[in-house]
């Protein structure tokens, strides 16, 4: 971590990271409104999430990040903008699904350029796989969506083969999606467009709740 990282985590994550709970999150008690939810899986160093939600002040979002400069990147670019519709939770993202996020209390998820893991023998250490994307469907309201992004084609392709396994949600797309307004372009993105990488969106709904 850098010392501004650092820094950051000891002054501002009692402000604006939860704890992990076995318990579900109370999302009005926490931003202290009602308004939709978005949760976003792997936010890397934050300046996507932080950026979406600067420009969608109406809509709160719970950032989920393993690693700690990340978080400590995302904290200070939360105070830097004055972001009160963020929260973060620094844990393992199966787990927080799991016991903190209630069924049907999504308005969406976003997992952008999760690690593909290219290695055939790896590829059981993929985020997405048809159990989790099983449980991140019953997390969403009707009509809440999942919108995945990677540049790796192969990847890309695995994801379609997974969700098209679960049949509570449903492609909006006839295969993958253009770029949602909303979806900044991240510097993992520029650097997979320069490998010459095509960056594929792909985005589903939830069918029913």
Not at 1 to 22: F, N
Not at 123 to 139: E, G, I, M, T
Not at 161 to 189: H, I
């Amino acid at each position: 971590m850098t010392e501004a990282q650092r820094d950051a985590c000891e002054r501002l994550a009692s402000l604006y990271t939860l704890a992990y709970s076995a318990q579900p999150i109370d999302f009005d008690g926490v931003f202290g409104r009602q308004a939709p939810r978005v949760l976003e899986i792997g936010f890397g160093m934050g300046e996507t999430t932080a950026q979406i939600a600067a420009q969608h002040p109406h809509i709160d979002y719970l950032g989920l990040e393993v690693h700690s400069p990340g978080v400590g990147s995302l904290l200070r670019q939360i105070e830097q903008r004055s972001l009160n519709n963020l929260r973060i939770i620094q844990h393992d993202a199966v787990e927080v699904v799991t016991t903190m996020i209630a069924p049907a209390s999504l308005d969406g998820i976003h997992v952008f350029f999760p690690d593909p893991w290219p290695k055939k023998r790896h590829h059981k250490r993929r985020l997405l796989q048809v159990p989790f994307a099983r449980l991140l469907a019953s997390r969403l309201k009707a009509g809440g969506y999942l919108h995945l992004a990677t540049d790796w084609q192969e990847y890309a392709d695995w994801m379609l083969e997974v969700l098209a396994q679960v049949p509570e949600l449903e492609n909006t797309a006839s295969g993958f999606s253009p770029r949602p307004d909303y979806r900044p372009l991240t510097k993992f993105e520029r650097r997979g467009l320069k490998l010459g990488h095509a960056v594929q969106d792909i985005v589903y709904r939830r069918v029913d709740a």
